[in-house]
């Protein structure tokens, strides 16, 4: 009687056990059917949030580098000129002896130093140089403009016996063109010394 007792009470124990994991079967599949279906939706809006931040930083890095590192041209000019003195004959021989004060700029509109060597600055009348004056090697900060004042003298001693000189020595117009051939190296985010 006892094992009777016994194995009844093992197979309510086990009809138990059985009943509970059956429960658990049918209430899990609702719980995983909630949990794929919200997280899934809102996990793929976040990624495609992720994914478009990353391509804007992306874009916005390339933008900035190609801004920084690529180099441009640094540019020279003879802003003004003002006589300080003049000679000049008309005839027989056309002549002019002149000195002038020059401001000159160098700009450089990169992100880092421009290092340039000694230029020389030629004046020439009607292709033919008339004077010259040689400035000095320096180094432009980047993203500004090094201003520079010169005295040249100038003198028709090459020109000879040109009657375009004349008529322009008798109507008191000289035209002169600048040229110079300026060398010089673009440093850009260097850590190297000052000057």
């Given at each position: 009687?006892?094992e009777?007792?016994?194995v009844?009470?093992k197979e309510?124990?086990?009809?138990t056990?059985?009943?509970?994991k059956e429960?658990?079967?049918?209430?899990?599949p609702?719980?995983?059917?909630?949990?794929?279906?919200?997280?899934?939706?809102?996990f793929t809006?976040?990624?495609?949030?992720k994914?478009v931040?990353?391509l804007?930083?992306?874009a916005l890095?390339i933008v900035f580098l190609?801004?920084v590192f690529?180099?441009?041209?640094?540019k020279?000019?003879?802003?003004?000129v003002?006589?300080?003195?003049?000679?000049y004959t008309?005839s027989?021989?056309?002549?002019?002896?002149m000195?002038?004060a020059?401001k000159?700029t160098?700009?450089?509109?990169?992100?880092?130093?421009?290092r340039?060597g000694?230029t020389?600055v030629s004046?020439?009348y009607?292709g033919?140089q008339v004077?010259e004056?040689?400035?000095?090697k320096?180094?432009?900060?980047?993203?500004?403009t090094?201003k520079?004042?010169?005295?040249?003298?100038l003198?028709?001693?090459?020109?000879?016996?040109?009657?375009?000189l004349?008529?322009?020595v008798?109507?008191?117009?000289l035209t002169l063109?600048?040229?110079s051939?300026m060398?010089?190296?673009?440093?850009?985010?260097?850590l190297g010394k000052?000057?």
């Amino acid at each position: 009687m006892a094992e009777t007792n016994f194995v009844q009470a093992k197979e309510n124990k086990d009809s138990t056990l059985v009943h509970s994991k059956e429960s658990d079967l049918e209430e899990q599949p609702q719980q995983s059917k909630d949990s794929t279906t919200e997280p899934s939706s809102k996990f793929t809006r976040k990624d495609l949030a992720k994914l478009v931040a990353s391509l804007v930083v992306v874009a916005l890095t390339i933008v900035f580098l190609v801004l920084v590192f690529t180099p441009k041209h640094p540019k020279f000019k003879v802003r003004s000129v003002a006589v300080e003195t003049l000679d000049y004959t008309n005839s027989p021989n056309p002549s002019f002896n002149m000195r002038f004060a020059a401001k000159m700029t160098m700009k450089n509109p990169n992100f880092g130093y421009f290092r340039y060597g000694v230029t020389n600055v030629s004046f020439a009348y009607r292709g033919i140089q008339v004077g010259e004056v040689s400035i000095p090697k320096a180094r432009v900060r980047a993203v500004s403009t090094r201003k520079m004042n010169a005295s040249i003298n100038l003198n028709a001693k090459n020109v000879g016996n040109d009657t375009n000189l004349e008529s322009d020595v008798r109507l008191g117009t000289l035209t002169l063109t600048v040229q110079s051939n300026m060398k010089g190296k673009v440093y850009l985010m260097s850590l190297g010394k000052k000057e």
